[in-house]
């Protein structure tokens, strides 16, 4: 094992992380065991993440380390009503709905569950099958900052969601998740993996609601792995109430032509932080990226991507659309690394935010490390106000202010929204985005 | 129609216009002229209401309205039209939609229905033959990856939808080839009558030989120094802009 790197003392021998101690200590054994060990015991040593640490440095943890957690519970008190429920598929798309209440997946007790195509399978049955599979999809890729809480996750999960994707599926699989509590102070360590055979395809929505008002400390982890020839489009959607707290981290590890699209869209929250690591292993894979983060109110949103080339002829490009208003603050960091070797990479950094009021604040920081020549990339942030010239472009063509506006917030998130493949869920995605945008009403008009 | 009286503006804390006067009468073509600087673009956007544009005196009116008390977008409603020297590229809206949203604002000033989506589309279609632009225009992005002459081209193109009583045209001809300038040539002669006006901004006397003046006026340091008819064009065109500065000087 490495010795301690930088390690967060401030948050060492926090409320929180002797909490998240105790809860392993408490956990009983199973075939994962050793790996999780290993996870816990790296987690402990680092600490909770500060913000001394790169990607934290604009999210602090304080208010939520000094907190105590037990697990939240496994299933809600009373039947389920998600409060945030957003329709996210019409009945056109088919589409079928598994639903994971704080991490816990609620199966029919099959063995051969299967969705339109996609096999479905609780991580706990599938550790017993096969506990080397398993370690493979559970081992970090790395071992910076950015995963920090992925290690707790790994220590601290109890069961999860396994999909197995191994032919052409046409219709969308939603994973809603489902956060919920009966009081203050519990954590949920929601794992699901998506693993997509060589040249299968499917669609996946990660859909974050919660039940009632108190929720637990939400600390999910998901990862896509993508075989040969295989396509993934993944939509993760955070819609739960300004009390939650949201560490979220998506893994992403893509093999030989193997094509990912990815969407993040934030919509609700107090703190949510998503991370996305992804590696390029092999060439000819491509990951397209998208992420829209709206800071409504006093929401906080950290959103930090690094996306790693490690093999010759990988694309990757990453469009970011960030909305500030109120006293919100959004937060996006994606970097791209090229490794040594991985020559004939081509990478697109797209990250531009739109601030709607004078206390909100957005800072956006793209960045590259290239270890190879023979290299395409390129990045760009800009954050601004509404631009001055093609509002008075319009206001000169009659059109009046309110509409001006709304038409070009809703152009600067068009590039993201266009991008996304389901219709339904592109609709149900704007619906719930539309109310948190100056001049709703205006806004309805142009969909 | 349109009376300018003394006009001062201020631009980012300098004076650049110092007392315009000008009247311009339905039916008339004015043509703008003067060196780089000289205060054209200036004018332009002010009477189209540029909000940092700070209004230091003079008065404006528009068919006996006070211009200058006017927001942009009423001025436009009002039947006043600029066309941008550089004309501003907005990515993910529409360029049809624009122009249905312009058309539609436009009538509903006057008390009019929201126009029919198929009169509408055959309107647009029909100028834009005149303009000879594609119809894939119509669903790209406004002037998004535009060259510089379809800018243009599509400035007169939502001047013919729009139809309005003046139309100011700021350096509409510049960076045109001579078969653009022809084709943009037509879309403003097309607007001629006898109950609108047009005001070219121009550099160059070429965009002249095309749209014929009534009334030529020169523009420097702000001031309108000479104004003169069709020849005035072609004298300056001969002798320069240094000319006009010297004879006012003498």
Redesign the interface.
């Given at each position: 094992m490495s010795p301690v790197v930088q390690s967060s003392t401030a948050a060492k021998g926090s409320p929180a992380l002797r909490s998240f101690e105790q809860q392993w200590f408490a956990r009983a054994a199973d075939p994962l065991s050793a790996l999780r060990e290993r996870a816990m015991e790296r987690f402990l040593q680092l600490g909770l993440p500060s913000q001394h640490d790169e990607s934290w440095r604009y999210t602090s943890l304080k208010k939520l380390s000094a907190q105590s957690y037990v697990d939240a519970p496994r299933a809600p008190s009373g039947g389920l009503q998600p409060t945030a429920q957003l329709c996210l598929l019409g009945e056109d798309e088919r589409a079928a709905t598994v639903l994971v209440v704080n991490g816990y997946p609620v199966l029919p007790q099959r063995m051969d569950l299967s969705i339109n195509g996609i096999e479905i399978n609780s991580l706990q049955e599938v550790s017993r099958a096969d506990r080397r599979l398993m370690s493979s999809f559970l081992e970090p890729l790395s071992d910076g900052e950015i995963g920090r809480w992925r290690l707790l996750n790994t220590a601290l999960f109890v069961d999860g969601l396994y999909l197995k994707v191994s032919t052409r599926v046409e219709t969308p699989l939603v994973i809603l998740h489902v956060a919920t509590a009966d009081h203050p102070g519990t954590a949920a360590h929601p794992r699901v993996i998506i693993d997509a055979l060589p040249g299968s395809s499917a669609t996946i929505i990660e859909h974050y609601v919660q039940d009632g008002p108190d929720t637990p400390l939400f600390n999910s982890a998901s990862l896509i792995s993508l075989e040969r020839d295989s396509s993934i489009e993944h939509y993760r959607v955070f819609a739960t109430d300004q009390r939650t707290n949201h560490l979220d981290s998506l893994e992403v590890r893509q093999a030989r032509d193997s094509r990912c699209r990815q969407f993040t869209i934030v919509l609700g929250g107090g703190l949510t932080r998503c991370s996305l690591e992804a590696q390029l292993n092999e060439p000819g894979a491509e990951l397209e990226s998208y992420a829209l983060l709206v800071g409504h109110e006093e929401r906080h949103v950290d959103c930090a991507n690094v996306v790693r080339h490690a093999a010759k002829h990988t694309q990757s490009r990453q469009i970011a659309r960030t909305i500030a208003s109120g006293t919100s603050r959004v937060v996006i960091n994606s970097k791209v690394v090229v490794d040594a070797g991985a020559a004939g990479t081509e990478s697109q950094q797209s990250c531009r935010g739109l601030l709607l009021s004078p206390s909100a604040e957005i800072d956006s920081r793209p960045q590259l490390e290239i270890h190879t020549d023979e290299v395409k990339c390129s990045h760009g942030a800009t954050t601004g106000r509404l631009?001055?010239?093609?509002l008075?472009?319009?206001?000169?063509?009659?059109?009046?202010?309110e509409?001006?506006q709304s038409?070009?917030i809703?152009?600067?998130?068009?590039?993201v929204l266009t991008g996304m493949s389901v219709p339904s869920a592109r609709h149900a995605i704007e619906n719930a985005l539309i109310p948190q945008l100056p001049d709703p009403q205006v806004l309805r008009k142009?969909r | 129609m349109l009376k300018i009286s003394e006009l001062s503006a201020r631009v980012a804390g300098k004076e650049l216009l110092k007392g315009i006067n000008l009247e311009v009468n339905a039916g008339e073509v004015h043509a703008i002229m003067g060196p780089n600087g000289s205060g054209k673009s200036t004018l332009a956007q002010a009477l189209a209401g540029r909000e940092d544009y700070e209004i230091t005196g003079g008065s404006v009116t528009f068919e006996g309205r006070d211009l200058l008390a006017l927001p942009a977008e009423e001025r436009a409603r009002a039947g006043l039209f600029l066309g941008f020297q550089y004309p501003v590229e907005i990515p993910g809206v529409n360029n049809v939609y624009l122009l249905k949203a312009a058309l539609n604002a436009k009538r509903k000033a006057a008390g009019e229905p929201e126009v029919d989506a198929f009169e509408f589309l055959a309107l647009v279609k029909q100028k834009m033959k005149l303009m000879h632009m594609s119809e894939a225009f119509l669903t790209r992005g406004v002037n998004e990856g535009f060259s510089g002459g379809e800018k243009k081209r599509n400035e007169v193109l939502q001047m013919l939808v729009l139809e309005p009583k003046l139309a100011i045209l700021d350096e509409t001809d510049s960076g045109l080839d001579i078969d653009a300038l022809k084709v943009v040539s037509t879309g403003v002669n097309s607007l001629r009558d006898p109950r609108r006006a047009v005001v070219l901004v121009t550099h160059y006397q070429r965009l002249l030989d095309y749209i014929v003046p009534d009334k030529v006026h020169v523009l420097a340091g702000g001031r309108i120094l000479m104004s003169g008819d069709r020849s005035l064009a072609l004298e300056l065109e001969r002798r320069g802009y240094d000319w006009v500065q010297g004879a006012q000087v003498a």
């Open positions: 631009d001055p010239n093609m008075f472009y319009m206001l000169s063509r009659g059109l009046d202010r509409t001006a038409l070009l809703y152009a600067f998130l068009a590039d142009f | -």
